[in-house]
């Protein structure tokens, strides 16, 4: 079935840790997404690819970085985690066929928080 | 930068009773704007999509391009439409390129009461 995954879904992890928070999709779709959101808030996208081999830092800052070696996975990376990271993480798709062309599907999240 | 607002953080009515969502764009061109909901612990979808012209659970949203709007409304709300709705226009960067990125409002939380 086609679908967006997020794993974990939740994660508590100390300070300074590595992390990296795995999205895939089997939409088939080309471009993904990583949002931001505190809950009840607004979204900030702080990454996205449109392509294999292509990434780009979105519209918020973020210490994050990702990679997109294969279509469907696009994972998010920190290399020392801190409490200000503390967040829920959105990962989302889109690139479907006619007028869901710019349609985003999203996963279910990762809701991260930083001791 | 294109910017999207929506004036109401949280918007209460009875069951019953008519509903209107605001969002307003700042934008250039033709926009292709989208109406998304996420209700409790679901994730974030598609409610509809203004190329589309539909009507979905009831909902429907008109562009105005001339006061830049792109409010979502119904005329009767149900207690099931208490949500989270985000207004979010595509995002075109100034060489007229989108990669699909979306320009996510700031929500508005809309609880129907019984």
């Known amino acids: 079935e086609a679908d967006i995954y997020q794993t974990p879904r939740y994660l508590v992890i100390g300070t300074g840790k590595k992390i990296t928070l795995e999205c895939s999709q089997t939409?088939?779709?080309?471009?993904m997404y990583w949002y931001q959101q505190d809950p009840g808030m607004e979204l900030h996208l702080i990454h996205y690819?449109?392509?294999?081999?292509?990434?780009e830092k979105g519209d918020l800052s973020s210490e994050s970085t990702v990679s997109r070696i294969r279509t469907e996975h696009f994972p998010l990376t920190l290399e020392s985690a801190r409490p200000s990271h503390t967040s829920q993480y959105l990962c989302?798709?889109?690139?479907?066929?006619?007028?869901?062309?710019?349609?985003?599907?999203f996963g279910p999240g990762t809701r991260l928080t930083v001791l | 930068a294109q910017r999207v607002t929506q004036p109401e953080k949280l918007l209460s009515v009875f069951k019953g009773a008519p509903v209107e969502l605001k969002c307003n764009y700042s934008?250039?061109?033709?926009?292709?704007l989208f109406w998304y909901v996420q209700y409790s612990r679901q994730r974030l979808q598609l409610l509809l999509r203004?190329?589309s012209r539909e009507s979905i659970k009831g909902f429907t949203a008109d562009l105005n391009k001339g006061e830049t709007s792109f409010h979502l409304k119904k005329p009767f709300a149900q207690e099931e439409d208490s949500a989270m709705y985000y207004c979010?226009?595509?995002?075109?960067?100034?060489?007229?390129?989108?990669?699909?990125?979306?320009?996510f409002g700031q929500g508005t939380i809309l609880t129907v009461h019984p």
């Open positions: 203004h190329i």
């Open positions: 939409m088939g779709h080309d471009k």
């Open positions: 690819s449109y392509g294999v081999n292509s990434t």
């Open positions: 989302a798709s889109s690139g479907g066929a006619g007028v869901s062309y710019n349609e985003q599907f």
């Open positions: 979010a226009p595509l995002s075109i960067n100034a060489g007229g390129t989108s990669y699909g990125k979306l320009t």
């Open positions: 934008y250039s061109g033709s926009p292709e």
